[in-house]
């Protein structure tokens, strides 16, 4: 059986498109498409809406690093970043390999033809020979909501972050957003001048590092060396940078902490606030770090045009949120900024000769192959880092593989440890929405290969020098 495609990519997001290029480049004689369940690319930055949405991450590091990012803006806003990611596609003729609205619903590996098929929801079929899933890991059809009592008795609008109503009306409003974490932090400044007030309601505070939109560094070099040049120089830097504060944290727990904890004192001008606020529990780094550029979520609360409630919720109440002591936080509109639920393959439930995997069952080999799938791959980005360095790491890894392949002429492989391995969560945070899906996930060992290490430098060693022989098998 011929496949339609040497290699299909699911998803064409910042990770689909790092995919498409380093197939052009390392496998030139390989045949690929993109299979996109959307009518646009840019994956997240397609899909979510809400007002200031924007990366936490820097775009030296968070950006392709075959295309220079050279808006003056180093944390950039969501149009940008998917104005970057249609850009870069269509330089590269990335674009041209793209079919959209081809969402995958189910995927059979057949092993004595080596074939992946692939079922789409509109009844069409593609096959190929290696699968790579590049669709992230959020479910982009749900996001997470507790069951808050009382819901239905509130006579406001109640939004969730993810499905943004372009007509929702603020102005003028008094909004409560629920919740602490990267998505609330955007909010409140992105929201504030144009609500009457608006509350942070938090069950419990979240480590916030005010960090700089732009990079006085950066801008000198571009503005000395040229652009590619600058572009390797800046990222370097920056890789550099976030893998030592990581570091730091993990070493000197203590000292992070009091680091943020002073940052935030110095932006607020209030111990007390930041304390009751703004000292979360936890170490530094044990959950996500959120950022606030140029501290605007500090200075958003100092304006007086919002405030921070740390408080358990009672119910929801017909004028607002009654909270476990009493109080009623009153409001005509409320966000339900709880997080996301996370989602491997796009909800795809991967099977082989019709069987079904047990993916919780499986282990993951360099951050990216899973035991008992041949022919596959899935870029899972940082948690502690910019998403694409992982993931272009996984493409090229990806290359190599399939380099290999036809040098053992193998028509598959699949990952096999030596030995027993014990397992570990593969993605190791406190954070509620990898807890809450930590079953649903494979498994990653105790050491490399088998283990992702949360360091680009070890992880890029690993990743590209491990002897392919040891630890897959192939036929």
């Known amino acids: 059986m011929t496949a339609d495609y040497d290699v299909v990519v699911i998803g064409a997001g910042l990770s689909g498109i790092d995919a498409g290029y380093h197939l052009q480049e390392q496998c030139p004689d390989r045949t690929y498409t993109i299979l996109e369940a959307r009518s646009e690319m840019g994956g997240t930055w397609d899909l979510f809406r809400y007002p200031g949405i924007r990366s936490d991450s820097d775009l030296y590091t968070f950006g392709f690093p075959f295309a220079p990012w050279t808006d003056e803006m180093s944390l950039a806003d969501g149009p940008a970043i998917k104005r970057y990611i249609e850009d870069t596609a269509a330089e590269f003729g990335i674009d041209k390999h793209i079919q959209f609205d081809s969402k995958v619903v189910a995927a059979d590996f057949d092993k004595p033809t080596a074939t992946w098929t692939l079922t789409l929801a509109d009844g069409r079929t593609v096959t190929a020979n290696f699968l790579y899933s590049c669709a992230g890991y959020y479910d982009y059809d749900e996001g997470y909501l507790p069951d808050f009592e009382g819901m239905a008795d509130f006579r406001g609008k109640i939004v969730h972050p993810q499905f943004w109503p372009e007509d929702l009306d603020y102005r003028d409003k008094r909004v409560v957003v629920i919740g602490s974490g990267a998505t609330a932090v955007t909010l409140i400044p992105a929201m504030a001048d144009d609500t009457a007030h608006i509350t942070m309601l938090q069950r419990s505070p979240t480590w916030i590092s005010p960090l700089p939109r732009t990079d006085p560094v950066a801008d000198f070099t571009r503005r000395h060396l040229p652009e590619r040049a600058a572009h390797r120089l800046i990222r370097a830097k920056n890789i550099g940078l976030s893998t030592a504060f990581y570091r730091y944290t993990r070493r000197f727990p203590r000292s992070a902490s009091k680091l943020l904890r002073g940052m935030a004192v110095k932006q607020l001008g209030d111990e007390r606030l930041v304390e009751e606020h703004f000292t979360p ?29 740390t408080a358990q919720i009672d119910r929801f109440v017909p004028e607002g949120i009654r909270l476990v002591s009493g109080e009623v936080l009153p409001a005509d509109v409320i966000v339900t900024a709880t997080g996301l639920k996370l989602l491997l393959n796009g909800g795809v439930e991967p099977t082989v000769d019709g069987a079904p995997v047990d993916l919780p069952e499986q282990f993951v080999l360099l951050g990216a192959m899973i035991t008992g799938l041949p022919n596959f791959a899935i870029a899972v980005g940082y948690t502690n880092a910019s998403w694409t360095l992982r993931a272009d790491l996984t493409s090229r890894l990806v290359c190599k593989v399939l380099t290999w392949m036809r040098d053992q002429r193998y028509t598959w492989v699949v990952p096999e440890p030596r030995e027993k391995l014990p397992a570990r969560p593969l ?25 992702m290490r949360q360091n680009y430098v070890l992880d890029a060693v690993t990743t590209l020098r491990t002897d392919l022989a040891s630890c897959l098998r192939g036929g």
């Open 281 to 309: 529990t936890y170490d530094v780094w044990d959950q996500r770090v959120c950022v606030a550029p140029n501290g605007d979520l500090f200075r958003t609360i100092t304006s007086g045009k919002a405030d921070v409630v």
């Open 427 to 451: 993605m190791d945070m406190q954070s509620g929405y990898i807890q809450r899906a930590a079953d649903s996930f494979p498994k990653q060992g105790p050491k490399a290969p088998w283990r």
